[in-house]
């Protein structure tokens, strides 16, 4: 997209599960970015499969980090090039899951934002941390079933609601916060370009639904991205210095029904006794965005 590069800077050939979210949104941020670019990469599912020793799927330069401090490394690559007169126009971008983004690696994240470097943090967000066996995250949407929030005989699946990271985002004075989808790949890659063109500490939250996690054939993952949007429970839009400035409107919302049906983590609502209320329970969180944001107006 901003120095059209005869190759692909991810190239094939990496261990992604078959229609893999990680993968597609990874491709769409280097489209956006190019290859002037630095990735920082904390651990998970993008790491794992993209670099199994001895090869590797980055044709940028490419740091695995821990964990925890993607947002550190991130700030230190930034703060180096500075002393060594190397910065310039290259790209400082972390790209990190759900896991590594909301749960594990927020403290480091905060430093970095509160510092303001100079960096365009991505967060991959499919909702649980699918590369150690779908535990459930900050990132868990209200009443999915994972491995450690099971839907048993008196459990409807995950008790609490999604992280709102982009407002603790938005909180640490970013200048340019925005949610998108990799079932919208112009909007991704637009999004991702202007935050990498603007200065400061940028974030963006990518919903990345995952086949085998959320359980759904794996020819439907933009199907699936696409239908959140729709339903309402994953509303895009942007947030500059603090101030809402876009927001994609969808006409005529679907019910959260059509979303829910299309996805075994959440079978079990229409099992239990009970279920029908804790699917009005997201219903409710859908209309919920559509009142705060606007969207069907």
Same mark, same amino acid.
């Given at each position: 997209?901003?120095?059209?590069?005869?190759?692909?800077?991810?190239?094939?050939?990496?261990?992604?599960?078959?229609?893999?979210? =990680?993968?597609?949104? @990874?491709?769409?941020?280097?489209?956006?970015?190019?290859?002037?670019?630095? !990735?920082?990469?904390?651990?998970?599912?993008? /790491?794992?499969?993209?670099?199994?020793?001895?090869?590797?799927?980055?044709?940028?330069?490419?740091?695995?980090?821990?964990?925890?401090?993607?947002?550190?490394?991130?700030?230190?690559?930034?703060?180096? &090039?500075?002393? %060594?007169?190397? #910065?310039?126009?290259?790209?400082?971008?972390?790209?990190?899951?759900?896991?590594?983004?909301?749960?594990?690696?927020?403290?480091?994240?905060?430093?970095?934002? /509160?510092?303001?470097?100079? &960096?365009?943090?991505?967060?991959?967000?499919?909702?649980?941390?699918?590369?150690?066996? !779908? %535990?459930?995250?900050?990132?868990?949407?209200?009443? @999915?079933?994972?491995?450690?929030?099971?839907?048993?005989?008196?459990?409807?699946?995950?008790?609490?609601?999604? #992280?709102?990271?982009?407002?603790?985002?938005?909180?640490?004075?970013?200048? +340019?916060?925005?949610?998108?989808?990799?079932?919208?790949?112009?909007?991704?890659?637009? #999004?991702?370009? #202007?935050? $990498? =063109?603007?200065?400061?500490?940028? +974030?963006?939250?990518?919903?990345?639904?995952?086949?085998?996690?959320?359980?759904? =054939?794996?020819?439907?993952?933009?199907?699936? $991205?696409? &239908?959140? !949007?729709?339903?309402? &429970?994953?509303?895009? +839009?942007?947030?500059?210095?603090?101030?809402?400035?876009?927001?994609?409107?969808?006409?005529?919302?679907?019910?959260?029904?059509?979303?829910?049906? $299309?996805?075994?983590?959440?079978?079990?609502?229409?099992?239990?006794?009970?279920?029908?209320?804790?699917?009005?329970?997201? %219903? %409710?969180?859908?209309?919920?965005?559509?009142?705060?944001?606007?969207? =069907?107006?």
């Amino acid at each position: 997209m901003s120095d059209n590069k005869p190759f692909n800077l991810l190239t094939a050939g990496h261990n992604g599960c078959a229609g893999c979210c =990680d993968a597609l949104a @990874a491709k769409y941020v280097l489209m956006a970015v190019g290859s002037d670019c630095i !990735v920082v990469n904390p651990t998970g599912c993008l /790491e794992v499969m993209t670099t199994p020793f001895p090869r590797t799927a980055w044709n940028v330069p490419w740091i695995h980090s821990l964990f925890e401090n993607g947002g550190a490394v991130a700030s230190g690559i930034e703060a180096a &090039l500075i002393a %060594q007169g190397r #910065k310039g126009n290259t790209k400082i971008i972390a790209m990190g899951g759900d896991g590594s983004t909301m749960d594990i690696g927020i403290g480091a994240l905060s430093g970095a934002f /509160e510092r303001n470097h100079d &960096l365009t943090y991505v967060c991959i967000d499919n909702e649980a941390y699918m590369n150690t066996g !779908v %535990q459930r995250s900050s990132g868990t949407p209200f009443g @999915a079933s994972t491995s450690t929030s099971p839907a048993g005989k008196k459990s409807y699946g995950n008790n609490t609601n999604k #992280k709102d990271m982009p407002a603790i985002m938005v909180g640490h004075g970013s200048p +340019y916060v925005a949610t998108t989808s990799i079932g919208y790949a112009n909007d991704m890659m637009k #999004k991702v370009k #202007k935050a $990498a =063109d603007t200065v400061g500490a940028c +974030y963006i939250h990518a919903h990345a639904p995952c086949p085998t996690g959320w359980g759904f =054939d794996s020819s439907k993952t933009i199907e699936m $991205a696409k &239908l959140a !949007v729709d339903c309402c &429970l994953w509303p895009l +839009y942007e947030i500059e210095n603090g101030e809402i400035t876009s927001v994609k409107k969808v006409k005529d919302p679907k019910p959260v029904e059509e979303y829910l049906k $299309a996805q075994s983590r959440f079978k079990h609502l229409y099992k239990m006794e009970g279920g029908d209320k804790e699917i009005e329970k997201i %219903q %409710q969180l859908a209309d919920k965005n559509i009142a705060k944001y606007g969207l =069907d107006k």
